[in-house]
């Protein structure tokens, strides 16, 4: 059995669906899609229960028993890890150590209306670097020193999917919904709490977005071409596209 605490007799088989084609069109169509008989309440437990577990916020690390054979983990720039990946990873960087405080602080737990077996939530992480890792670990030669410095992460989207049988087959986070809050520098997981903290890795994906040249380029033609469009049509001139502000430029707090 998957949990102890599973409700006796609960269900997670498929059934068919009639779903209107769209407002006003006066017609339905069948189809068969995932839809969980748990009532959707349940699914959410199930979720927190995961998190309290097997996830890297566990409370305790579980054994890999809430995951699929097909597992898949996922993050913006991390994964798909397998189950294998996953268990080993989870470990590799004790979060914890380095900031004792920490708090995921996740809420607003909804099941997904058009695939019913999936549980997004939002988190917005704070914590403050007071800890260090243990001597000689991945986590210490990494973090090094505390900083007591706070961070404050942005609101970030995060789900997770299960099976008929209620396993996890599919764990995602750190999506980030609004880079201009935080001082993470819009970036979600672990590389926000780095950021911030001055300690984060040199390769672009763990630093603040910015345009790239190409799209630097793209839209300065574009605004050329535009402003050129405005003049031969007898029209004030406007760019009509316009740079976007990278988000270390944002000033965040």
Same mark, same amino acid.
Request: proline share 8%; aromatic share 12%.
């Given at each position: 059995?998957?949990?102890?605490?599973?409700?006796?007799?609960?269900?997670?088989?498929?059934?068919?669906?009639?779903?209107?084609?769209?407002? #006003? %069109? =006066?017609?339905?169509? $069948?189809? !068969?899609?995932?839809?969980?008989?748990? *009532?959707? /309440?349940?699914?959410? +437990?199930? @979720?927190?229960?995961?998190?309290?577990?097997?996830?890297?916020?566990?409370?305790?690390?579980?054994?890999?028993?809430?995951?699929?054979?097909?597992?898949?983990?996922?993050?913006?720039?991390?994964?798909?890890?397998?189950?294998?990946?996953?268990?080993?990873?989870?470990?590799?960087?004790?979060?914890?150590?380095?900031?004792?405080?920490?708090?995921?602080?996740?809420?607003?737990?909804?099941?997904?209306?058009?695939?019913?077996?999936?549980?997004?939530?939002?988190?917005?992480?704070?914590?403050?670097?007071? #800890? %260090? =890792?243990?001597?000689? $670990?991945? !986590?210490?030669?990494?973090?090094?020193? *505390?900083? /007591?410095?706070?961070? +404050?992460? @942005?609101?970030?989207?995060?789900?997770?999917?299960?099976?008929?049988?209620?396993?996890?087959?599919?764990?995602?986070?750190?999506?980030?919904?609004?880079?201009?809050?935080?001082?993470?520098?819009?970036?979600?997981?672990?590389?926000?709490?780095?950021?911030?903290?001055?300690?984060?890795?040199?390769?672009?994906?763990?630093?603040?977005?910015?345009?790239?040249?190409?799209?630097?380029?793209?839209?300065?033609?574009?605004?050329?071409?535009?402003?050129?469009?405005?003049?031969?049509?007898?029209?004030?001139?406007?760019? =009509?596209?316009?740079?976007?502000?990278?988000?270390?430029?944002?000033?965040?707090?």
């Amino acid at each position: 059995m998957v949990l102890d605490a599973w409700p006796h007799g609960a269900s997670l088989k498929r059934r068919s669906s009639n779903i209107p084609r769209g407002p #006003g %069109r =006066g017609r339905t169509s $069948s189809f !068969t899609r995932p839809v969980l008989l748990m *009532p959707g /309440g349940r699914r959410i +437990v199930l @979720a927190k229960y995961f998190l309290a577990t097997e996830s890297p916020d566990a409370v305790e690390f579980g054994n890999g028993k809430m995951l699929a054979d097909n597992f898949r983990f996922c993050g913006p720039v991390i994964g798909p890890l397998t189950k294998h990946e996953f268990m080993v990873n989870v470990k590799g960087i004790e979060f914890g150590d380095i900031f004792p405080d920490a708090s995921a602080r996740y809420h607003d737990f909804r099941v997904d209306m058009f695939e019913p077996n999936k549980v997004w939530y939002t988190s917005r992480a704070t914590g403050q670097n007071t #800890g %260090r =890792g243990k001597p000689g $670990s991945d !986590t210490e030669l990494l973090a090094g020193e *505390p900083t /007591g410095l706070t961070f +404050v992460s @942005a609101p970030e989207a995060n789900s997770i999917r299960f099976t008929e049988d209620g396993l996890v087959d599919q764990f995602t986070v750190g999506y980030v919904m609004d880079r201009s809050i935080g001082n993470t520098g819009g970036l979600g997981g672990f590389f926000g709490p780095l950021y911030a903290i001055g300690k984060n890795f040199p390769f672009e994906e763990a630093k603040p977005w910015r345009p790239s040249l190409g799209y630097q380029i793209y839209v300065r033609v574009g605004a050329f071409f535009n402003r050129l469009r405005c003049k031969l049509e007898g029209r004030p001139e406007e760019d =009509g596209i316009y740079m976007p502000t990278g988000t270390g430029e944002l000033g965040l707090k």
